[in-house]
């Protein structure tokens, strides 16, 4: 089976993408390298001994996106290419309307005409605002969505519903991760922040490798266990294994039109502190942080309830903290040979 993977070379893209080589899907990428490089390509091609099919092409240029289905059948999309910072939305809304919900409209022009059945969504947790009960379920409403980034992720989630409402050959999942962290175990591909980083473990590793002199923790006053905010990081490994959980889950479905949200975390909060403590201990490290004021925006604690993937998609997560956070470290420390 030929599977399209736009942002492919990215983050979640790049794992996804090792994922189902190694599960016999042939893959074509299609990716700007808007937050990427072309080495990740390399690495992939290390790792899995494949070489994907690869366009450096905008998905808002229609015309591109013509050939690369004139030229494949492809027989699912996944579709992670998306731009994510919080605070760039903030900054710059119309930059993140215009490229994340023009690109999924493409993407779903593109499955009408050419009678591709499925479709797998990068979508957030951040669709949940700070929810009223934790963990978090998919049964839970949408609260406001408190950056544009995060109202670009619940517009798309809609859109996707009623295109599969409307064209009944199709078939989509929104997979609503929660934090991804962590790197390949090989450390050949991980998270490649561009400039400074917004997230907080690539901010640790960045520290501890010298590239930025301290760590912020932003606020010690939330009403958590240690006084820090608390999330529920998920194995970028895991989260790239229920890619293929759900994509073979539409493969596999009778129902021939469906549409699905699951929640992909581990089902345990963390605090920013508990996140450091793992960090130094599983990699024999000081890290030189200090407490500052809270970040605007930021919530105070969500954990998902993953009872709802763990029963349909058959997928749970497998890795710890101290993973995440020792190939995370090895993944930073691998990078200045790229
Ligand atoms: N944090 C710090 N210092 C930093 C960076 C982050 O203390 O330098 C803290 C944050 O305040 C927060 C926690 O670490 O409490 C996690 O922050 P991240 O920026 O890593 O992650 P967020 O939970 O803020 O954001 C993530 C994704 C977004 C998504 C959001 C949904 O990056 O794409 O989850 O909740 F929208």
Avoid at 31 to 60: A, C, H, M, Q, W
Avoid at 123 to 136: E, F, I, M, N, R
Wanted: charged share 25%; hydrophobic share 40%; aromatic share 12%.
């Amino acid at each position: 089976m030929k599977v399209l993977v736009t942002g492919g070379l990215g983050y979640i893209g790049s794992h996804t993408v090792v994922e189902l080589i190694a599960n016999n899907y042939e893959v074509v990428i299609i990716d700007n390298l808007s937050n990427s490089e072309i080495f990740i390509l390399d690495n992939i091609e290390k790792i899995t001994g494949v070489r994907p099919i690869f366009y450096n092409i905008n998905l808002l240029d229609s015309q591109g996106l013509e050939e690369v289905f004139n030229s494949h059948k492809i027989d699912g999309i996944i579709h992670f290419a998306a731009f994510k910072s919080v605070s760039e939305s903030v900054k710059n809304p119309f930059k993140y309307y215009n490229n994340n919900l023009n690109s999924l409209m493409n993407v779903l022009n593109f499955m009408n005409n050419k009678n591709i059945k499925n479709i797998v969504f990068s979508s957030s947790c951040t669709v949940y605002g700070q929810p009223d009960k934790l963990p978090v379920s998919e049964a839970e409403p949408f609260k406001k969505a408190t950056n544009p980034y995060a109202k670009t992720k619940q517009i798309s989630e809609g859109m996707l519903e009623d295109f599969i409402n409307f064209n009944d050959r199709v078939r989509g999942i929104s997979l609503r991760y929660f934090n991804p962290v962590g790197a390949h175990d090989s450390a050949l591909i991980g998270e490649l922040p561009k400039g400074i980083p917004d997230n907080l473990v690539p901010y640790i590793t960045q520290t501890a490798v010298g590239i930025r002199e301290e760590l912020s923790v932003f606020g010690k006053d939330y009403n958590t266990h240690d006084g820090t905010a608390i999330r529920d990081y998920i194995h970028v490994e895991d989260l790239a294994k229920a890619h293929l959980k759900a994509f073979n889950f539409l493969n596999d479905s009778e129902d021939k039109n469906n549409y699905e949200f699951f929640n992909v975390g581990t089902g345990i909060g963390y605090s920013v502190l508990d996140v450091i403590n793992s960090f130094e201990n599983i990699n024999n490290l000081k890290l030189n942080f200090f407490f500052k004021d809270r970040r605007d925006g930021d919530i105070e604690e969500i954990y998902s309830d993953v009872k709802k993937s763990k029963k349909v998609l058959k997928w749970k997560s497998e890795r710890s903290l101290d993973d995440m956070m020792s190939s995370a470290w090895r993944w930073q420390k691998n990078l200045a040979n790229f």
